[in-house]
């Protein structure tokens, strides 16, 4: 049964990826490419966790809690340079 | 495989549900008409969908695997912690560049408050 799923979840996930790269190359502020990075990112980990029900391996979760960490730090320096016009003060 | 039938038709649920309201969020991204509705889909909608998916997984690599696993538990708190935070500072600097709203729209956003509009 999940033979038959994940190939269908794993679509959708890739349709839901082709949705955010496309606000996020269009997009009409700044602030919506940000959004439609942060949505990809969040995206990218739910198709690595599914990847790594696929392959039947625990250590691609790794890389998921990275990709995580990594989208929330990138989206809080964005939108804390647009703010105040400087990352660190 | 050692999964019973039930629990791997619950997997298959909770796998299935999560891509299809990760994909609602994420054609609402795509499809809403300007920056504050937008900001709905993926910050709510997203978050729950790949908390079902993590869930799923979470269960399946419990019962089938050796132990429990761990990693999903953490992506899934540091994902519900984090998601309010980006959401909360993408509208922020949308509200501090002036981003319009839908004309249409009945209580448009205020300017920001005094401590920031002085800087």
């Not at chain 1, 679509?11 to 959004?35: E, Q």
């Not at chain 2, 994909?23 to 991204?29: F, I, K, R, Y």
Request: hydrophobic share 55%.
């Amino acid at each position: 049964m999940i033979d038959f799923v994940l190939p269908i979840a794993l679509g959708l996930f890739s349709l839901s990826l082709l949705m955010n790269l496309f606000r996020l190359l269009r997009g009409p502020d700044v602030v919506d490419r940000i959004l439609g990075l942060d949505t990809l990112n969040i995206n990218a980990i739910a198709v690595i966790v599914l990847a790594g029900i696929a392959m039947d391996s625990r250590l691609i979760f790794e890389a998921a809690l990275l990709i995580a960490l990594m989208g929330f730090i990138g989206t809080v320096a964005m939108t804390q340079y647009l703010v105040r016009g400087d990352v660190i003060e | 495989m050692g999964i019973p039938v039930w629990l791997e038709a619950v997997i298959a649920i909770l796998l299935l549900l999560g891509a299809l309201v990760a994909a609602l969020g994420s054609l609402g991204l795509a499809r809403m008409p300007d920056f504050y509705m937008r900001l709905h889909g993926p910050t709510k909608a997203s978050t729950l969908g790949v908390g079902c998916t993590l869930l799923g997984s979470l269960l399946y690599f419990s019962v089938s695997g050796e132990g429990f696993s761990v990693q999903e538990v953490l992506i899934t708190l540091f994902l519900f912690v984090t998601a309010p935070v980006s959401a909360h500072m993408m509208a922020r600097a949308a509200l501090h560049r002036r981003v319009q709203a839908v004309a249409k729209t009945t209580q448009p956003p205020r300017e920001l408050g005094r401590g920031e509009r002085n800087k």
